[in-house]
């Protein structure tokens, strides 16, 4: 079954400080993979798309990288700020370009 | 440029009753597509329209239904409401398809009571 597992569920981090968040999937073969940025109540922000052949692509502070071997992905965000608050949701589209989406990682950045 | 507009944000319905979510997409954009988020489930793919037609399709009962407009404008319609389709629907937009970047509207909250 194609799956997208992110992790952590939740994260708390201070200000300033980086984070990097993980996302492993079963969905083979993919056509690419992309990261959101959720704030409370509001529509998914798209910060990054990479396909398969890509293995890091960056959007200001936001870095993810892709290893496409292990199935992996992951999301470094630099010098966090108060407004990086907010849910990041990983997802996957399969070659028949189905979004299939994981669960998401709640991110609070504290004072 | 106007981004993607849903209408109307809110949302209180009873059991049983039917409810008509619309979703105007960035001008250019032919692909507009369909999502539940719940708390439980997470975002859920529902649908894709592109020119007018419904191209691909997630796994939701056919209470679910939607069409596009000529002016790519889409409707998502929800029948005989239940308990559980409470949640936040989301509509996005893509100039070519759900292979290129979507671009999401606020939602629409749907309670169901």
């Known amino acids: 079954k194609n799956q997208v597992e992110q992790s952590p569920q939740s994260l708390i981090i201070l200000e300033g400080k980086n984070c990097t968040l993980q996302?492993?999937?079963?969905?083979?073969?993919?056509?690419?993979l992309r990261w959101y940025k959720q704030d409370t109540g509001r529509g998914p922000v798209s910060l990054t798309i990479?396909?398969?052949?890509?293995n890091t692509k960056s959007n200001g502070r936001y870095t993810a990288t892709l290893d496409a071997d292990t199935k992996q992905s992951s999301l470094h965000i630099t010098a966090s700020q108060l407004s990086d608050s907010a849910s990041y949701i990983c997802?996957?589209?399969?070659?028949?370009?189905?979004?299939?989406f994981g669960s998401g990682t709640r991110l609070l950045v504290r004072p | 440029k106007a981004g993607v507009t849903q209408t109307p944000r809110y949302l209180i319905k009873t059991r049983g009753q039917q409810v008509t979510l619309s979703c105007s997409p960035i001008?250019?954009?032919?692909?507009v597509s369909w999502y539940q988020q719940t708390p439980g489930q997470g975002l859920q793919f529902l649908f894709e329209?592109?020119?007018?037609?419904?191209?691909n399709k997630g796994n939701f009962p056919g209470r679910f239904s939607g069409r596009q407009f000529s002016n790519s404008r889409s409707e998502m319609n929800v029948s005989t409401l239940e308990l559980g389709d409470s949640a936040l629907y989301l509509c996005?937009?893509?100039?070519?398809?759900?292979?290129?970047?979507?671009?999401f509207g606020q939602g629409t909250r749907l309670t169901v009571v």
């Open positions: 996005a937009s893509s100039y070519q398809g759900m292979n290129t970047e979507a671009f």
């Open positions: 996302c492993n999937y079963t969905v083979s073969p993919f056509s690419n």
């Open positions: 990479m396909t398969f052949s890509e």
């Open positions: 997802v996957v589209m399969d070659s028949s370009y189905k979004l299939i």
């Open positions: 001008s250019g954009h032919r692909s």
């Open positions: 329209y592109f020119s007018e037609t419904q191209r």
